[in-house]
Structure formats: structure tokens, C-alpha cells
């Protein structure tokens, strides 16, 4: 199996070819019934073909709309590409080895598409009105757009339940996503910095439940609790910015919490090998995180697996208390804006978030202990990285400044954060 590396610059061809215009493309590879995603630079010369798959050099030809390519690794490995042209799209068969048995050949077919061009004049912001929505954080899903770094998208979201903005049921429940988002130039080993300009509720109510979690229940009230799970309506006013609980009586008819938006759902496409996500479910690559920091002002960071990325986003909630204790949080629509990142070659182990005063590390895990060690795990990664930090050092710093929250109680897997101040911290050295 062909290692997935790095997007492609062509700084193995030589300076008359590198006039050329490259092409980029992304190749999937049928590997009995799964795909393999691949980037694939190249460079026409008449009748000559250069460039680069998933950063291994090639050579090859192109005649009329045949196109036949042979790339090899650091090896020395080679894998054959044998395919027709057809405007944006490409399709044939690969010639690879058996990963299994040495000197054995095994032929894939594959299709390709063309990326497009990066438009002129620096970064631009898009408009996405989504059309369909995903049930799965995957990477066989086709891309809604293309974006590139410094870009940003102006899109919505639906609710948990798959309701828009006009009480319109337009997606399955469970925590639809809008996307992917092809991120151009990311690829496997890079990090993707999304940067939460905005979000803003577009419609004036919000679901959620009477119920407490299990995992937060104990004591004499857990005998209690089979007459919670009730449906409560939530009045979102948002003009005042504050949400409160329609009809209530007694001791709640007074009862009003400030707004504060965030997207329980973010996260990238697994890598090879790895089955899609639920959106219902959490993984290294971010997914239904339900972490009350993902607001506006907020950087979140995800390890890109696949080529593009392919970033989704959704569940959207006006507000969350730390746990989501009540199952859903005041689940609602979202406008939501935001900007893109790539940190080149530079992997992280888990989600990320940064605000302007704290680093947050998300541990996600079937329970709270290995999740606190995961999220704690990944603070002192990230001090040691980009503070550097001894481990002896960071072992002072989060012993004296470390704080845990606990941002999900409510799905398959449960989350903790490990956080620390900024001011505490000595200059970063990147």
C-alpha cells in the first residue's frame, strides 16, 4: 500500500518544466471496494508527462487523450497508471503491488478528477447555500467546495433533528452535517486551523430535553428519573441575546440564559483504513465534539487525514451547558462563517482549540479517565511543541495552571479538556 503524503509543490522537476502549468488532481483508487485518495500534480510537455503522485516522483506520456504514468517511492517501488482524459475527469487502471506477496502485481481501477485553479487575487470569501446534508464524516462523499487557505465560507446549518431555519425537515436526525469542504493543498500529516468568525442563530426557537444524563445521575434521583425526557421548546430572542424555556410556570417563568452559539459537530474526514464516522460519534479527527468552545473568536485545529481534508460542520446549538447533561442542548439552525489554515506538516494527535486567552486539548474516549489522560497527554504535546517545554517543565506548569472541563457526557464517547492560560505560558517559538 502507497504511503499518502504530503501535497505536491513539483520541486523534484526542472525549471522549464515548473513554466508549464501544473495540474492538480485527486485520484481514488478502487483497493477491493475502498478507496485509496491520492494527490496527483503533473505538467504537460507535448506529448510528455512530469510531476508528482502523493509527492513520489513520475514520468509518462500523453497521446491525444490517453495518459500513462509510472510514479516510484523512496523504495524504489513503482506504481503504473494507465487512463483516458475526459475534460476535468480521468478513469483506468492502476498497476500496483501486492502488498502481500513480493514480485506479485495487482491491477485497480481508479478515477480521477481535476482541481480547480485557485482564482486570482489572494483569499476570497464563499457563499454556500447547502443543498444536501451528511449523516457521516467521510471521504467518499463529494465535495460541496473547494477552498483554499486564508479563504473563508459564509454557509448554515441544520439542527440535530435535520429541521431548517423554516421548520422544514431536510435532512435524517442525528446531527446532520453541512459539507465536506475540500481544503486545497491539505494532505495527510498537516494540521487544519478553522478559525470561527461567526455564528449566528436564524431562527427564534430551539429543542431540547428535561432528561439528565446517566453518567451525571446518581444517587436517589436516578430512581427518578423515568419521568424525565420530556420535549422543551426554547424561545430564542435574539435581539436580546438571551434564550428562555416557552410557557414556563413557577419557578422557571422568569428563567432567561445568555445565548452563546457554538457547532457541537466539526470535524475532517478519517484517514485510509478507518470506516466513516458517525456524526454522532467523536475520533481524533474531531466529529460531534459538543465542546462549548467552539464559538466565534475560537481557532479549532484538526489533524488532516485525507487529501483535502474534506471538512464538515453542524449541530449547531444556542446554547450548551459543560456535559450536555440534558442529551440536547438548546439544539437549533445556524449562519455560520468561517476561515481556513494550514499548518504544513506539522501533525497533532487530537482536536484543539484555541481562544484568545487559553490553549484547550480535547480527550475523547469511552470513558472519563482515559479521555482525562488523553486530553492531558495532548496539552503537554502541544507545550512541549510550540513552547518548548522540558517534560519536567511542563509537568510544573500544568501542576500549578491546568484546569479540566468536561464538554460531553451525552454520546458514545465522553470528552475532557485539559486547559491552561496563555499569560502563563513563556513566548511561543513559532
Known sequence: MRC????????????????????????????????????????REGNRVTG???????EGTLRGKAIRFTAKDAKGTTYGYAGTLSG??????ADMPDSNHPGVRIPHRFTA???????????????????????????????????????????????????????????????????????????????????????????????????????????????????????????????????RPAGAAGALKDYAVPLRPMLGGLGVAPGFGAAPLSTGDTA???????FPEVVAGNIVY??????????????????????????YALETSMDVEFRVELIKGKPIGSPRVESPTELMVLGQAGALDEAL???SAGLIAWLQRDYGLTLSEAAQV????????????????????ARIDKKLLPPRKL
Do not use: C
Request: without cysteine; glycine residues 12%.
Open 4 to 43: 499518502l503524503l504530503p501535497f505536491a509543490l513539483l520541486a523534484t522537476l526542472p525549471a522549464h518544466a515548473q513554466e508549464a502549468p501544473v495540474e492538480h488532481w485527486i485520484v481514488a483508487t478502487d483497493m477491493w471496494g475502498t478507496n485509496a485518495w491520492s494527490t496527483l500534480d503533473i505538467v
Open 113 to 243: 478528477r481535476r482541481l480547480p485553479d485557485r482564482p486570482a487575487g489572494g483569499p476570497k470569501t464563499w457563499d454556500y447555500a447547502p443543498t444536501s446534508f451528511s449523516n457521516l464524516f467521510s471521504a467518499d462523499r463529494a465535495p460541496v467546495l473547494t477552498i483554499w487557505p486564508g479563504d473563508s465560507v459564509r454557509t448554515s446549518t441544520i439542527d440535530s433533528g435535520g429541521v431548517d431555519a423554516k421548520d422544514v425537515t431536510r435532512a435524517l436526525f442525528g446531527n446532520p452535517q453541512t459539507g465536506p469542504f475540500f481544503i486545497a493543498g491539505a494532505a495527510p500529516g498537516d494540521t487544519l486551523a478553522v478559525h470561527i468568525v461567526r455564528l449566528t442563530p436564524n431562527r427564534d426557537w430551539a429543542d431540547s430535553l428535561d432528561t439528565i444524563v446517566s453518567r451525571a445521575l446518581g444517587g436517589p434521583f436516578a430512581a427518578q428519573a423515568g419521568s424525565l425526557g420530556k420535549p422543551v421548546r426554547w424561545t430564542l430572542d435574539r435581539t436580546a441575546g438571551v434564550a
Open 398 to 417: 500544568i501542576g500549578t495552571g491546568m484546569r479540566y472541563s468536561v464538554p460531553n457526557l451525552a454520546g458514545r464517547s465522553v470528552g475532557v479538556a
Open 52 to 58: 508528482t503522485l502523493d509527492g513520489d516522483p513520475l
Open 373 to 375: 489522560k488523553a486530553a
Open 302 to 327: 484538526l489533524p488532516v487525514q485525507q487529501p483535502g481534508a474534506l471538512l464538515y460542520l453542524g449541530d449547531a446549538h444556542a446554547l450548551q451547558g459543560d456535559g450536555e447533561t440534558s442529551q
Open 284 to 290: 481524533r479527527t474531531g466529529g460531534n465534539m459538543d
Open 88 to 93: 476535468t475527469a480521468m478513469a483506468g487502471q
